[in-house]
């Protein structure tokens, strides 16, 4: 079960009984413990121990003085930061808090760095409680917070808000200095003279803390729907997986793989088959889950028509994998994974954020025409996590800088880019949309053929009748100068031909486009490689040809791709290439990303899924194979330990052995130098004494006649050096 840790003001609670949000929070179904003033100082140590998934921190908290100074304090903050970027990411949610409002220092400087600039603002003097309007943020209504698992509706907060007969009010304050690069804006108030005031915002990382922030009342007001959505991913995550059953499953080994899901937190919901399709189905069409697990006995052909074709959209559009599994007597023999996911799926996200953050600040990569061309194939991509457009503002305040009567510092290239972003952002019918057109219109025809077409391009993508300008096309066509054609010229020149539905010189640009690719499949560079690719597909999609050509054409597009996935694998890795890993900007690496998109619309095959699944076992049996040959080395180390163990038990004894005949061989050595020493002194002695005379006599006698006696002498002394002799033959055979 899920453990949350609960702040809440103790004096709020004993004076309001609507301040305890206990038995409303256990109700969703979570463990819960709560903080106040009392034990406070104790959280800190309980999220070092990582004993919760969230912490909840309750209106008016931060009025205590204790809970707030505990939240302010240095090891507090370091624990927290740490705490809420672990395990891919910690919840905690902070909700309204009226006395933070009011101080000169409002922010909550306990969030990590990136995010601790946002602080509350009190309401202006004169403004009541129940004025305002609140709304969605921006698309904030297909947000997962605002659909899962209730269906938020704005209008029904204000209205439960206004109706609590014990607190009625919408809000007291709200939230500033949200950067839009780091929040996303789930709830606002549009009716006032500011532009917004957010009043739920959510962290955009969500794996450095899934961090929500609530200027409403949600815990008081008792807004139970918007605040299960709110925990249900603070607290779980994010719901990626759906699981499709049935109430009468039998099948012991599925509840053992839900038992386990549950018991590793991995957020999912199980959806049963005899009352909750319709809601499966509408989760499904709003992306709510990234993977759809069909039961034991459960196939796609027997579910309800629109449920099965919304499932296969999403499929093919890489939005959601399918698992089916083929049951047999009970238990699993086999499971199947079907879908599309994209290879270039994650490199937009990251490049979006970036791009996000570039536009808050100004031009993307520092330029006019980098942001021109990125924004132009953004508008043309339906697989954005988010849109650009309310970054825009920032973008149009720069370029009306360079307004001069209606063009850009009248260059003729420049203004029909800006008549582009005009339209596309203020609409063809604003004044100044009209301006612009107006000094192209009147100056096209003096400019090269390349510009008109561009011209014509924008205009036609804009949707802006004018016969004159298709009556200059029309001309351009007819002249054609293929020998001077660049590869920019051929592909200005093929887009025109497609938005017109002239395809009279349309195979002759090709296989002339085709003459200046490159060995290696470029065009002069990564930026007109991915746009030369990304026409040529157009082509095949929209144009009928006969099989020789398409194949041809199918060629030229196979080498341009590969050249473009070449040079993301050796990109060279910095700061930009993070995001941008082509070239290092967004403008080349959107273009390549739109390439990689629109060439796997035309292959079958999810090769994407492929790569993954050979990468990771790869990576799995490489891990394997490495554990196994660590634990061969170590049994290697343990018979060559025991080895060396047993040969020194060996030398040991050897040793041993040696010693004692050392020592052995050492006295009876003494003893016999010993008796020598007194034999000769008794022989020595009498002869130096007696004289010469005696000395033949004397030798005769001892030695002559008492040769028994010698025999028995030597044959001691014999059996005294028998030991040395031994162990210096011992010691020699050693050596040799």
């Given at each position: 079960m899920y453990k949350v840790a609960l702040i809440q003001n103790q004096s709020e609670m004993l004076h309001y009984g609507y301040a305890d949000a206990r038995t409303l929070i256990k109700n969703f179904g979570y463990q819960l413990e709560l903080y106040t003033a009392d034990n406070i100082d104790n959280l800190g140590l309980a999220l070092s121990d990582d004993k919760y998934d969230a912490i909840i921190i309750g209106s008016n908290s931060f009025n205590d003085k204790t809970i707030r100074e505990e939240f302010e304090k240095n090891y507090f903050i370091n624990i927290f930061q740490t705490w809420i970027q672990s395990n891919g990411g910690r919840g905690c949610l902070c909700m309204h808090q009226l006395r933070l409002a009011s101080e000169k220092n409002s922010s909550l400087m306990f969030l990590p760095e990136y995010l601790n600039n946002v602080s509350a603002v009190k309401r202006l003097p004169g403004e009541k409680s129940?004025?305002?309007?609140?709304?969605?943020?921006?698309?904030?209504?297909?947000?997962?917070?605002?659909?899962?698992?209730?269906?938020?509706?704005?209008?029904?907060?204000?209205?439960?808000?206004?109706?609590?007969?014990?607190?009625?009010?919408?809000?007291?304050?709200?939230?500033?200095?949200?950067?839009?690069?780091?929040?996303?804006?789930?709830?606002?108030?549009?009716?006032?003279?500011?532009?917004?005031?957010?009043?739920?915002?959510?962290?955009?990382?969500?794996?450095?803390?899934?961090?929500?922030?609530?200027?409403?009342?949600?815990?008081?007001?008792?807004?139970?729907?918007?605040?299960?959505?709110?925990?249900?991913?603070?607290?779980?995550?994010?719901?990626?997986?759906?699981?499709?059953?049935?109430?009468?499953?039998?099948?012991?080994?599925?509840?053992?793989?839900?038992?386990?899901?549950?018991?590793?937190?991995?957020?999912?919901?199980?959806?049963?088959?005899?009352?909750?399709?319709?809601?499966?189905?509408?989760?499904?069409?709003?992306?709510?889950?990234?993977?759809?697990?069909?039961?034991?006995?459960?196939?796609?052909?027997?579910?309800?028509?629109?449920?099965?074709?919304?499932v296969k959209e999403k499929v093919n559009e890489g939005k959601l994998k399918l698992i089916s599994i083929k049951d047999t007597d009970g238990?699993?023999?086999?499971?199947?994974?079907?879908?599309?996911?994209?290879?270039?799926?994650?490199?937009?996200?990251?490049?979006?954020?970036?791009?996000?953050?570039?536009?808050?600040?100004?031009?993307?990569?520092?330029?006019?025409?980098?942001?021109?061309?990125?924004?132009?194939?953004?508008?043309?991509?339906?697989?954005?996590?988010?849109?650009?457009?309310?970054?825009?503002?920032?973008?149009?305040?720069?370029?009306?800088?360079?307004?001069?009567?209606?063009?850009?510092?009248?260059?003729?290239?420049?203004?029909?880019?800006?008549?582009w972003i005009r339209g596309i952002h203020l609409g063809i019918t604003s004044y100044k949309t009209e301006e612009t057109f107006q000094w192209i219109k009147e100056r096209i025809s003096e400019y090269e053929s390349r510009e008109q077409l561009q011209a014509y391009l924008i205009i036609i993508e804009l949707k802006i009748e004018s016969a004159v300008i298709n009556e200059l096309v029309e001309n351009i066509f007819k002249g054609i100068d293929f020998d001077s054609l660049s590869e920019i010229d051929i592909i200005v020149y093929l887009k025109a031909m497609i938005a017109s539905n002239n395809t009279n010189f349309l195979l002759k640009l090709i296989f002339l486009l085709k003459d200046k690719q490159k060995e290696n499949g470029s065009w002069i560079d990564l930026a007109t490689t991915a746009?030369?690719?990304?026409?040529?597909?157009?082509?095949?999609?929209?144009?009928?040809?006969?099989?020789?050509?398409?194949?041809?054409?199918?060629?030229?597009?196979?080498?341009?791709?590969?050249?473009?996935?070449?040079?993301?694998?050796?990109?060279?890795?910095?700061?930009?290439?993070?995001?941008?890993?082509?070239?290092?900007?967004?403008?080349?690496?959107?273009?390549?990303?739109?390439?990689?998109?629109?060439?796997?619309?035309?292959?079958?095959?999810?090769v994407n899924e492929l790569i993954k699944f050979i990468t990771k076992n790869k990576n799995k049996i490489s891990s394997i194979s490495d554990s196994r040959q660590a634990l061969s080395i170590l049994n290697e180390m343990k018979d060559e330990n025991t080895n060396l163990i047993n040969k020194s038990n060996e030398l040991k004894i050897k040793l041993l052995k040696k010693s004692k005949i050392s020592r052995l061989s050492t006295t009876y050595m003494s003893i016999s130098l010993l008796f020598g020493y007194i034999l000769l002194s008794i022989i020595i002695v009498p002869l130096y004494n007696l004289g010469p005379e005696y000395s033949i006599s004397l030798i005769k006698i001892v030695f002559i006649d008492a040769w028994p006696s010698h025999i028995a002498i030597m044959g001691a002394i014999g059996a005294l050096l028998a030991l040395p002799i031994k162990k210096w033959f011992i010691n020699n055979d050693e050596r040799e």
């Amino acid at each position: 079960m899920y453990k949350v840790a609960l702040i809440q003001n103790q004096s709020e609670m004993l004076h309001y009984g609507y301040a305890d949000a206990r038995t409303l929070i256990k109700n969703f179904g979570y463990q819960l413990e709560l903080y106040t003033a009392d034990n406070i100082d104790n959280l800190g140590l309980a999220l070092s121990d990582d004993k919760y998934d969230a912490i909840i921190i309750g209106s008016n908290s931060f009025n205590d003085k204790t809970i707030r100074e505990e939240f302010e304090k240095n090891y507090f903050i370091n624990i927290f930061q740490t705490w809420i970027q672990s395990n891919g990411g910690r919840g905690c949610l902070c909700m309204h808090q009226l006395r933070l409002a009011s101080e000169k220092n409002s922010s909550l400087m306990f969030l990590p760095e990136y995010l601790n600039n946002v602080s509350a603002v009190k309401r202006l003097p004169g403004e009541k409680s129940a004025d305002g309007n609140i709304s969605f943020g921006f698309k904030a209504e297909k947000h997962n917070l605002c659909l899962y698992p209730n269906k938020i509706n704005p209008q029904n907060i204000k209205r439960i808000a206004l109706e609590y007969k014990s607190l009625p009010g919408i809000y007291w304050h709200y939230w500033s200095n949200v950067n839009l690069s780091d929040w996303e804006i789930l709830i606002n108030d549009l009716s006032t003279d500011e532009n917004f005031r957010p009043l739920i915002i959510n962290s955009r990382k969500p794996d450095q803390g899934r961090i929500v922030l609530s200027a409403l009342t949600l815990d008081w007001q008792k807004q139970e729907d918007v605040l299960q959505n709110i925990l249900t991913y603070v607290v779980e995550g994010k719901h990626s997986t759906a699981i499709l059953s049935s109430y009468d499953n039998t099948n012991r080994s599925f509840e053992y793989f839900m038992s386990i899901l549950r018991s590793k937190k991995t957020p999912f919901r199980n959806y049963n088959i005899s009352d909750q399709l319709e809601i499966l189905t509408n989760s499904i069409l709003n992306n709510i889950h990234n993977i759809l697990l069909l039961g034991p006995n459960i196939s796609l052909s027997e579910l309800p028509s629109n449920l099965s074709k919304n499932v296969k959209e999403k499929v093919n559009e890489g939005k959601l994998k399918l698992i089916s599994i083929k049951d047999t007597d009970g238990d699993f023999s086999s499971f199947s994974v079907f879908g599309r996911e994209r290879s270039a799926q994650e490199l937009l996200y990251a490049a979006e954020l970036k791009i996000q953050s570039e536009l808050h600040t100004g031009y993307i990569d520092g330029s006019f025409w980098s942001t021109i061309e990125t924004l132009q194939i953004l508008n043309n991509l339906d697989r954005l996590q988010s849109s650009y457009k309310q970054f825009i503002s920032k973008v149009l305040i720069l370029m009306s800088k360079h307004d001069k009567n209606g063009s850009y510092d009248e260059v003729f290239g420049a203004t029909c880019a800006l008549l582009w972003i005009r339209g596309i952002h203020l609409g063809i019918t604003s004044y100044k949309t009209e301006e612009t057109f107006q000094w192209i219109k009147e100056r096209i025809s003096e400019y090269e053929s390349r510009e008109q077409l561009q011209a014509y391009l924008i205009i036609i993508e804009l949707k802006i009748e004018s016969a004159v300008i298709n009556e200059l096309v029309e001309n351009i066509f007819k002249g054609i100068d293929f020998d001077s054609l660049s590869e920019i010229d051929i592909i200005v020149y093929l887009k025109a031909m497609i938005a017109s539905n002239n395809t009279n010189f349309l195979l002759k640009l090709i296989f002339l486009l085709k003459d200046k690719q490159k060995e290696n499949g470029s065009w002069i560079d990564l930026a007109t490689t991915a746009t030369s690719i990304s026409v040529l597909i157009d082509i095949l999609l929209h144009i009928q040809l006969d099989k020789l050509d398409k194949a041809s054409i199918e060629n030229i597009i196979y080498n341009g791709v590969n050249y473009i996935q070449n040079s993301l694998q050796s990109a060279t890795v910095n700061v930009n290439n993070e995001c941008y890993p082509w070239d290092g900007k967004a403008s080349t690496t959107v273009k390549c990303i739109n390439a990689l998109f629109r060439y796997e619309e035309l292959i079958s095959l999810p090769v994407n899924e492929l790569i993954k699944f050979i990468t990771k076992n790869k990576n799995k049996i490489s891990s394997i194979s490495d554990s196994r040959q660590a634990l061969s080395i170590l049994n290697e180390m343990k018979d060559e330990n025991t080895n060396l163990i047993n040969k020194s038990n060996e030398l040991k004894i050897k040793l041993l052995k040696k010693s004692k005949i050392s020592r052995l061989s050492t006295t009876y050595m003494s003893i016999s130098l010993l008796f020598g020493y007194i034999l000769l002194s008794i022989i020595i002695v009498p002869l130096y004494n007696l004289g010469p005379e005696y000395s033949i006599s004397l030798i005769k006698i001892v030695f002559i006649d008492a040769w028994p006696s010698h025999i028995a002498i030597m044959g001691a002394i014999g059996a005294l050096l028998a030991l040395p002799i031994k162990k210096w033959f011992i010691n020699n055979d050693e050596r040799e």
